[in-house]
């Protein structure tokens, strides 16, 4: 008995693959400025509604950030463009879920420095376990 072969429909998939997917994104990401000013970081989980000519028709969010990270990733799955495919006679919707990470670069991230330094007043020597801490915030820029 022979084998029945099983027959796929094929998916459009981004053109360039995931190298240029990560390259897309980096270019065109926006880092909203409320989320900036909040420091937020994290991924948005998105669902977009693919056609066979590779165009992206619907997108959704599926966990979002907030902040104004939600309406970017959006608008980024918005500007793809994915590979067209045949199918045989088929004309075929696809949903394919996406993910857009957001992290803030080491300029702008709220760091919290100190420093410490014994205070010796006078001859004595200084008594254990007391110190001065300062202590400084560095504003985003």
Known sequence: ???????FLNLPQYLGGKEEFKKFIKENLVYPEEAKKAGVEGTVYLKAEVDDNGKV?????EKGLGYGCDEEAIRLVKLMKFGAVKNI??????????RINFK???QN??????S?????????PAEK?????????NKPK
Do not use: A, P, Q
């Open 57 to 61: 028709l619907t997108v959704g969010v």
């Open 89 to 98: 006679g088929k004309r075929v919707k696809t949903k394919k879920r996406l």
């Open 109 to 114: 991230k709220k760091e919290i420095t100190y």
């Open 129 to 137: 376990g007391k110190y001065n801490y300062t202590i400084t915030f």
């Open 1 to 7: 008995m022979g084998k029945k072969s099983k027959k």
């Open 116 to 124: 410490y330094k014994v205070e010796n007043k006078g001859k004595k």
């Open 104 to 106: 803030l670069d080491k």
